[in-house]
DNA sequence: CTTGACCTTGGTGTTAACTCTAAGGTTTAT
DNA sequence: ATAAACCTTAGAGTTAACACCAAGGTCAAG
């Protein structure tokens, strides 16, 4: 298989194959005579890999980490497995708080405001962000 | 006042201040003789409703925005603001449900991993990434 | 009169995950 | 034989919101 190929079996650039190269995610199996890239089912399928633990909301770094131990499976533990797993739920799941804070501030704000078509000299939204009490939260 | 009294008041960097400015947010009143930035109480409260719309989510590009309307507010409506307010509440809420979807997927692939000592060699989340039908969700 | 704390400008560095460009070599089909 | 489609490399650009640095000017206190 060439880089193409590949490429549009995945649905990814070919750019992005060569990028993930660059930083040691996936490596062409051979180069052919004249310097192109070969993949076999092998690259395929750790694609399929990444891909997937992408969708999953692991960062390519994080990624790296699993493939690695994928790759030398009897030299790591489940423990070792799970702990990236667990950390990176608690990184998402503060994060969700972070944002859901911001939800409740702004649908507060927007539902203070009449959001008409009158001058914004009285707009709840301003006051709100300018007074010192104003309750944003 | 100089920029290092407003920055301290403000528990902020002066390094911010500066980079305000430069992106339109907050242009000191004047500058001294010696060329230093004089703020006066009028920056002080601009500050404040950057800080308080920064705290609420919004992204100084946006913060931008509604500062402009602050400022001349006569000339813009309620509708306006609420128009952005609601409009980043949904951003917030989409990216919510984005990383809520993360969230699933991974509390899933950790539960049904043992988290024990002995080797991956058969760990739940590596196959469920490995799979082509890995529940992974 | 000399520290030391403050101020100035302009510039680079950080993070993530690509995307795009330039300048050129290779393959395949017509 | 030539155009289209593919491939190569190295490097720059994107976004957000600053942080940090160098080289130098300014100001108050002791
Ligand atoms: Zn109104
Ligand atoms: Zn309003
Ligand atoms: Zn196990
Ligand atoms: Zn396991």
């Known amino acids: 298989m060439k880089i193409g190929e590949l490429a ?9 194959l060569r990028y993930y190269e660059q930083h040691k995610l996936l490596t062409p199996s ?3 005579e004249s310097g192109y890239r070969v993949y076999t089912q092998q690259q395929l399928r750790q694609m399929q890999f990444i891909l997937r633990a992408k969708e999953v909301g692991f960062s390519l770094k994080e990624v790296q980490e699993l493939l690695q131990i994928q790759i030398e499976k009897h030299q790591h533990s489940c423990e070792e497995v799970k702990e990236i797993t667990i950390q990176k ?4 799941r503060t994060r969700i708080e972070e944002l859901q804070r911001f939800e409740q501030s702004l649908s507060k704000l927007a539902q203070r405001c ?3 078509p009158e001058s914004a000299d009285f707009c709840s939204i301003l006051t709100a962000l300018e007074d010192v009490d104003g309750t944003c939260n």
Do not use: M
Not at 89 to 92: A, F, G, M, R
């Open 89 to 92: 739920l608690h990184l998402v």
């Open 8 to 16: 549009k079996s995945l649905g990814v650039s070919t750019d992005t």
């Open 114 to 116: 009449c959001g008409g």
């Open 30 to 32: 051979a180069r052919s």
